[in-house]
């Protein structure tokens, strides 16, 4: 018996399709945000985790975690993230579309 290999694309396709699928991969993403942020911030600057932990004077391990998108670090170790892999922080907020917006 030949299984049939389903293309990744369709799988997503057709799991977008349900709105518990949609609210929790979207969850997922925000969480990850900054994870995805971090890592590419350091990637683009050349710099290995150690690279990074030494120019904060800190630990890879302190890094990995920062990377790992388990932890909620502080503006100011993300001031000394940037620092080291020599990029600016910037905090943004951006209207939730999912809400509507208060009416005065």
Known sequence: MTQ???PAAE???KWRKDPEYVAAYDALKQETA???ALIKARIHAGMTQEDVAQAMGTTQAVVVRLESGRSKPSTRTLERFA??????L???FEPDATVQPATR
Do not use: G, N
Not at 83 to 88: E, G, L
């Open 4 to 6: 049939r290999t389903v």
């Open 11 to 13: 799988t997503f396709a």
């Open 34 to 36: 900054l994870a995805d």
């Open 83 to 88: 620092k080291a892999t020599h990029t600016r």
């Open 90 to 92: 910037r905090i943004i």
